[in-house]
Nanobody, 121 residues
Framework: QVQLVESGGGLVQAGGSLRLSCAAS????????MGWYRQAPGKQRELVAG???????NYADSVKGRFTISRDNAQNTVYLQMNSLKPEDTAVYYC???????????????WGQGTQVTVSS
């Protein structure tokens, strides 16, 4: 079993900041990448930011310069620092893990339960 526990969502005014955390636990053998996705009402889930085990990062154009993804490999935890938040950032944010479980030969995707981020204007 692999578990992802997210925290840090909430309500913030435009221009404010929030920090999301996601801790992975369970029978994890190797982690390839971790990331954050979001889904707003009536829209498809989209990638916000990702980070590989080697530390390479990628961001959606809409968050570049405002959001920063980081990870603690020792704790299997990924963070998303969100600054200069805008109302259009309002969504449910999901943590994603691409990892290989013990005794498995394949890398699979795992998802957190989601955390609501609401930005008021």
């Amino acid at each position: 079993q692999v578990q992802l526990v997210e925290s840090g969502g909430g309500l913030v005014q435009a221009g404010g900041s929030l920090r999301l955390s996601c801790a992975a636990s369970g029978s994890i053998r190797n982690i390839n990448a971790m990331g954050w996705y979001r889904q707003a009402p009536g829209k498809q889930r989209e990638l916000v930011a990702g980070i590989t085990s080697g530390g390479s990062t990628n961001y959606a154009d809409s968050v570049k310069g405002r959001f920063t993804i980081s990870r603690d490999n020792a704790q299997n935890t990924v963070y998303l620092q969100m600054n200069s938040l805008k109302p259009e950032d309002t969504a449910v944010y999901y943590c994603n893990l691409n990892a290989r479980r013990r005794y498995s030969g394949t890398f699979d995707d795992y998802w957190g339960q989601g955390t609501q981020v609401t930005v008021s204007s």
